[in-house]
């Protein structure tokens, strides 16, 4: 079935390194969505990448949707105690929402 | 603007009992979500409603797990009779159509 891998499962970075998360699929995504879940949150939407090449910011966040949009990525520069939480990217296509299983980042002060 | 509303928070049960979980979405949005999601682990779709159809149950363990959504707004989620490994968090979301997702706090179940 559908399926959405994102790499890597956990990131340790000391505050003020960059960090990146991947999301991949072995089929074409239809849009992309990133969501951050605080630890014991709920999901917060981030953003949805929709065109192929997209490339969108917020602030220190940039969001990137592959030519082939079999892949996206989401990269955080110089990360804050603020940043920690898990990464989500979601499989929106075909009226279905498809999440992957998230990328833990950490953030030492 | 009011969020998704669920609940109950928490709920402890032994196995072989039944419980609920409600959720109220956003008003307006036609689009609701249950989502399992196991400590450690993304959220999984167990079934999308659009209105008060079902859009996809495919992952939803039916010979135990319930959802219905009545009149097209609120829903329930049951489980009967509910295993160990049920044990986790049901997250709720609601979007306008396949847009954007709202979560809800979620309820988080223990089963003993």
């Known amino acids: 079935g559908q399926q959405v891998m994102q790499i890597p499962q956990y990131q340790h970075v000391q505050e003020g390194e960059d960090f990146t998360t991947y999301c991949n699929s072995s089929t074409t995504l239809s849009n992309i969505q990133w969501y951050k879940q605080r630890p014991g949150g709920h999901p917060v939407f981030l953003i949805q990448l929709v065109k192929s090449g997209e490339v969108k910011k917020q602030k220190r966040l940039t969001f990137q949707f592959g030519e082939a949009k079999k892949n996206s990525s989401l990269h955080i520069t110089a990360t804050q105690t603020t940043d920690v939480g898990t990464y989500f990217c979601?499989?929106?296509?075909?009226?279905?929402?498809?999440f992957g299983a998230g990328t833990r980042l950490f953030v030492k002060a | 603007e009011a969020g998704v509303a669920q609940s109950p928070r928490y709920k402890i049960i032994e196995k072989r009992q039944s419980v609920a979980f409600w959720c109220n979405p956003i008003?307006?949005?036609?689009?609701l979500y249950w989502y399992q999601q196991i400590l450690g682990q993304g959220p999984k779709l167990l079934i999308q409603f659009q209105n008060n159809g079902v859009v996809d149950d495919s992952q939803l363990p039916k010979d135990r797990f319930s959802a219905e959504r009545l009149k097209g707004v609120d829903s329930t989620l049951k489980i009967q009779p509910a295993k160990l490994e049920d044990s986790a968090v049901y997250l709720c979301?609601?979007?306008?159509?396949?847009?954007?997702?709202?979560f809800g706090q979620g309820t988080r179940l223990t089963v003993v």
């Open positions: 008003s307006g949005h036609a689009t």
């Open positions: 979301a609601s979007s306008l159509g396949g847009g954007q997702a709202f």
């Open positions: 979601a499989d929106t296509g075909g009226f279905k929402t498809i």
